[in-house]
T-cell receptor, first 114, second 110 residues
Framework: GAGVSQSPSNKVTEKGKDVELRCDPI?????LYWYRQSLGQGLEFLIY????????KSGLPSDRFSAERTGGSVSTLTIQRTQQEDSAVYLC????????????FGSGTRLTVV | GQQLNQSPQSMFIQEGEDVSMNCTSS?????WLWYKQDPGEGPVLLIA?????ELTSNGRLTAQFGITRKDSFLNISASIPSDVGIYFC??????????FGQGTRLTINP
């Protein structure tokens, strides 16, 4: 697509439920990133994919968080047994994967855990 | 995780004024980036800096990569209403990971 697409744009879930957030990167971009933005805060790195592999997943806050990428394209971030502190905007970005740091971000998924 | 120290946290200015914000870090970065985020949107890249001491302009925006590689500033000249938003600095760490500052929220009074 023309830009990075994320779905859903908003998600309200009950504490303890699992959620899946989806990211469709720009076509041809080999690198994909997930970041988390809490209210009034900067962006916190979660995980980075190059193709289908994740060389850096050091930012995942706990083992309740996981992510996968298939076909070098779509990525899914899964949060199991959601907690209230998981409430945030989850942003996905992609880049060509060369030494070009012009990340293109999606509009994010606003997750609210009640 | 590590974050950059960005200041000021917020600015309230009159239309037409110049704006200056900066970022510092205890770590060296080889690339500095400046992003702008509008409400409900993801950040958009404004300027990328790749060399220590580099001064780069993009229209009314000017950014510099500090000579120590531990700081950067962003200036906006003659502000206009559409400059309102949150500005983030980011340093590139490792292969591709960005470390972000906490952001500067810019508000402009017409």
């Amino acid at each position: 697509g023309a830009g990075v697409s994320q779905s859903p744009s908003n998600k309200v879930t009950e504490k303890g439920k699992d959620v899946e957030l989806r990211c469709d990167p720009i076509s041809g971009h080999t690198a994909l990133y997930w970041y988390r933005q809490s209210l009034g805060q900067g962006l916190e790195f979660l995980i980075y994919f190059q193709g289908n592999s994740a060389p850096d997943k050091s930012g995942l806050p706990s083992d309740r968080f996981s992510a996968e990428r298939t076909g070098g394209s779509v990525s899914t971030l899964t949060i199991q047994r959601t907690q209230q502190e998981d409430s945030a905007v989850y942003l996905c970005a992609s880049s060509p994967g060369r030494e070009n740091y012009g990340y293109t971000f999606g509009s994010g998924t606003r997750l609210t855990v009640v | 995780g590590q974050q950059l120290n960005q200041s000021p946290q917020s600015m309230f200015i009159q239309e037409g004024e110049d704006v200056s914000m900066n970022c510092t870090s205890s770590s060296i970065f080889n690339t500095w980036l400046w992003y702008k985020q509008d409400p409900g949107e993801g950040p958009v890249l404004l300027i990328a800096l790749y060399k220590a001491g580099e001064l780069t302009s993009n229209g009314r925006l000017t950014a510099q990569f500090g000579i120590t590689r531990k700081d950067s500033f962003l200036n906006i000249s003659a502000s206009i209403p559409s400059d309102v938003g949150i500005y983030f600095c980011a340093g590139v760490q490792g292969a591709q990971k960005l470390v972000f500052g906490q952001g500067t929220r810019l508000t402009i009074n017409p």
